[in-house]
């Protein structure tokens, strides 16, 4: 079993920068790609950016695409997201996962880990 605890959330103001952390409890994670999902209210989860095992590929959701950069660290276990020009419209309840496979992108049925989410607010 692996645990994902998400950190690093937190209230900004628009245009700041914000980076969130998620740190598995087993490095087994470092042969799976992983993710960061959000959620708002009343939403579904939606994806934002995910990453393969070796940090060879990335993959962003449209909407963060050249503010949003994912990011790894195999020997410390942990997944980014630094956040960069924030929007009130990214304020969400932000989700790691980890996936079963090296490669994975927006499908959420390839990922069988998730944190319990860690909240970022971006007032205007």
């Known amino acids: 079993q692996v645990r994902l605890t998400e950190s690093g959330g937190g209230l900004v103001q628009e245009g700041a920068s914000l980076t969130v952390s998620c740190t598995a409890s087993?490095?087994?994670?470092?042969?799976?790609?992983m993710a960061w999902f959000r959620q708002t209210p009343g939403k579904g989860r939606e994806f934002v950016a995910s990453?393969?095992?070796?940090?060879?590929?990335?993959i962003y959701a449209d909407s963060v695409k050249g503010r949003f950069t994912i990011s790894r660290d195999n020997a410390k276990s942990t997944l980014y997201l630094q956040m960069n020009n924030l929007k009130p419209e990214d304020t969400a309840l932000y989700y790691c996962?980890?996936?079963?496979?090296?490669?994975?992108?927006?499908?959420?049925?390839?990922?069988?880990?998730w944190g319990q989410g860690t909240q970022v607010t971006v007032s205007s």
């Open positions: 990453i393969s095992w070796n940090s060879g590929n990335s």
């Open positions: 996962a980890a996936s079963r496979y090296s490669y994975s992108g927006s499908d959420q049925t390839t990922y069988n880990y």
């Open positions: 087993r490095r087994t994670t470092s042969n799976n790609a």
